[in-house]
């Protein structure tokens, strides 16, 4: 049987739309992010590549008002009125025992032995898929015709004391406001280097 393979590119405007056009923005216009675009965002998301099909991130979605002023309180001054103004702002954390979910997760082998007893190699490991997990976000919120604006100055001892309260084993580990961009909250595209900068093929 010969093989297929694909051969059928996004094409400029979605690449545009996703990458090269996409930026972070730091204010929004009043427009909801509505309960099914944030289930869209989910079911893209989680189809992005891991290892073992672990699925270590805990997403908590800050919708309410009320959720994110409390959120904005853990946050550096500079942060605080992104995330208050912003429809949805989501709390990108990890789970450190997601490995108990491996079982279904990843039925091939026992995929669970391999962390049993490694805190730390699961720490590692949840941080690392769990980050990835937060960039398959991005992608699928501007996927959907939604903007982005991650964000790193929270308290995330304090954001992982009152949203993950109850549940000792999860963590945060970073923000990401999502909405509608307005472009005058951004400044000039920042430089990117060129490929032969920070890359070589051997």
Same mark, same amino acid.
């Given at each position: 049987?010969t093989?297929?393979?694909?051969?059928?590119?996004? +094409?400029a /405007?979605?690449l545009d739309?996703?990458f090269?056009?996409?930026?972070?923005? *730091? @204010?929004?216009?009043?427009?909801e992010?509505?309960?099914?675009?944030?289930?869209?965002?989910y079911?893209l998301?989680k189809?992005?590549?891991?290892?073992? *099909?672990m699925q270590?991130v805990?997403?908590?979605?800050?919708k309410?008002?009320?959720s994110? $002023? =409390?959120?904005?309180?853990?946050? +550096?001054?500079g942060n605080?009125?992104?995330?208050k103004?912003?429809?949805?702002?989501a %709390?990108?954390?990890?789970?450190?025992?997601?490995?108990?979910?491996?079982?279904?997760?990843?039925?091939?082998?026992d995929? =669970?032995?391999?962390?049993? @007893?490694d805190?730390?190699?699961?720490?590692?490991?949840?941080?690392? *898929? +769990?980050?990835l997990?937060? /960039?398959?976000?991005?992608? /699928?919120a501007?996927?959907l015709?939604?903007?982005? @604006?991650?964000?790193?100055?929270? $308290?995330? $001892?304090?954001?992982t004391?009152?949203?993950f309260?109850?549940?000792?084993?999860?963590? /945060?580990?970073?923000?990401?406001? %999502?909405?509608?961009?307005?472009?005058e909250? %951004?400044?000039?595209?920042?430089?990117?280097?060129?490929?032969?900068?920070?890359?070589r %093929? $051997?």
């Amino acid at each position: 049987m010969t093989q297929q393979f694909h051969d059928n590119n996004l +094409s400029a /405007a979605a690449l545009d739309q996703i990458f090269r056009e996409a930026r972070s923005y *730091n @204010g929004w216009h009043e427009k909801e992010v509505t309960d099914q675009q944030i289930k869209e965002i989910y079911e893209l998301l989680k189809m992005g590549p891991t290892s073992a *099909n672990m699925q270590p991130v805990r997403l908590v979605w800050c919708k309410s008002q009320e959720s994110r $002023d =409390k959120l904005a309180e853990f946050a +550096s001054e500079g942060n605080q009125e992104k995330i208050k103004t912003a429809p949805v702002v989501a %709390i990108i954390g990890y789970d450190i025992d997601f490995h108990e979910e491996l079982p279904w997760l990843f039925p091939h082998a026992d995929a =669970k032995s391999w962390f049993e @007893g490694d805190e730390e190699g699961r720490k590692e490991g949840a941080a690392r *898929n +769990s980050a990835l997990q937060g /960039a398959y976000l991005m992608i /699928a919120a501007r996927a959907l015709g939604l903007d982005c @604006g991650p964000m790193s100055g929270v $308290d995330l $001892d304090k954001i992982t004391e009152h949203f993950f309260a109850g549940q000792p084993r999860h963590r /945060a580990d970073w923000v990401c406001a %999502i909405g509608y961009g307005d472009k005058e909250s %951004i400044f000039a595209r920042s430089p990117r280097p060129d490929f032969d900068k920070f890359n070589r %093929i $051997d």
